[in-house]
């Protein structure tokens, strides 16, 4: 069984540009949740998607976006970086719902 | 609102038992969480129980609640150098989002 995988590992981005990350959730969960972890704090939920529809989201502004696919695999997309956007960001997955495993994280510095 | 504190830093001795505390405000959440975090990372999701328990046994893992005082514990029987990470409590309703509280250090000295 294959766990959850992110894409990229790492990427150096510039203010103003937008990035787009990229998540495979474990084989037969249909719900991925998105988190940020700043340095040195614990993960702040941006939002979840359970089967394509957006299914709650955090307090993060629209410029972050999300997308599911049918393969239950998912996008977040953040427009216009800000310095403030550097993190790790950690994709989740579940399908009872009260037990999400996460991916080993994307690593973001915006410069 | 919704708040998860933990205490910073721990350091123990190798062979010696580990607990972590972590204090919570939300009286709705449904479950409660521990998940460990390596450096470089992603999180493994260690155990959780469920808010009508009070206490969860998973091999040297043992988790206590007090749901009266919003208390969670997590001990760690027989520490090794392996444990040395970072701990982070979470709590969520079912189905919903996880609110992690900074996480602690533990540091296991050989």
């Known amino acids: 069984e294959t766990g959850v995988t992110q894409s990229p590992t790492h990427l150096i981005k510039t203010r103003g540009q937008q990035v787009t990350l990229r998540c495979s959730s474990q084989?037969?969960?249909?719900?991925v949740s998105w988190y940020q972890q700043a340095l040195g704090q614990g993960p702040q939920f941006i939002f979840q998607?359970?089967?394509?529809?957006?299914?709650g989201r955090g307090n993060f502004p629209p410029r972050f976006s999300g997308l599911q696919f049918p393969n239950y695999s998912s996008e977040l997309n953040v427009n216009a970086l800000e310095l403030d956007d550097s993190a790790l960001y950690l994709c989740?997955?579940?399908?009872?719902?009260?037990?999400?495993?996460f991916g080993p994280g994307t690593r973001l510095t915006v410069l | 609102g919704e708040d998860v504190e933990q205490s910073l830093f721990l350091s123990v001795r190798e062979g010696d038992s580990s607990v972590i505390n972590c204090t919570y405000t939300?009286?709705?959440?449904?479950?409660l969480y521990w998940y460990k975090q390596e450096p470089g990372a992603g999180l493994q999701l260690l155990t959780y129980?469920?808010?009508?328990?009070d206490m969860k046994q998973d091999q040297r893992l043992t988790v206590l609640l007090n749901k009266k005082d919003k208390h969670l514990s997590l001990r760690i029987a027989d520490t090794q150098t392996g444990d040395s990470a970072i701990y982070f409590c979470?709590?969520?309703?079912?189905?919903?989002?996880?609110?992690f509280g900074a996480g602690t250090i533990l540091r296991v000295k050989s």
């Open positions: 998607y359970y089967r394509e529809e957006e299914n």
């Open positions: 989740a997955s579940s399908l009872t719902g009260n037990e999400q495993f």
């Open positions: 939300d009286s709705s959440s449904t479950y």
């Open positions: 129980i469920f808010s009508n328990m």
């Open positions: 084989s037969g969960h249909n719900t």
């Open positions: 979470a709590e969520g309703s079912y189905g919903n989002k996880l609110v």
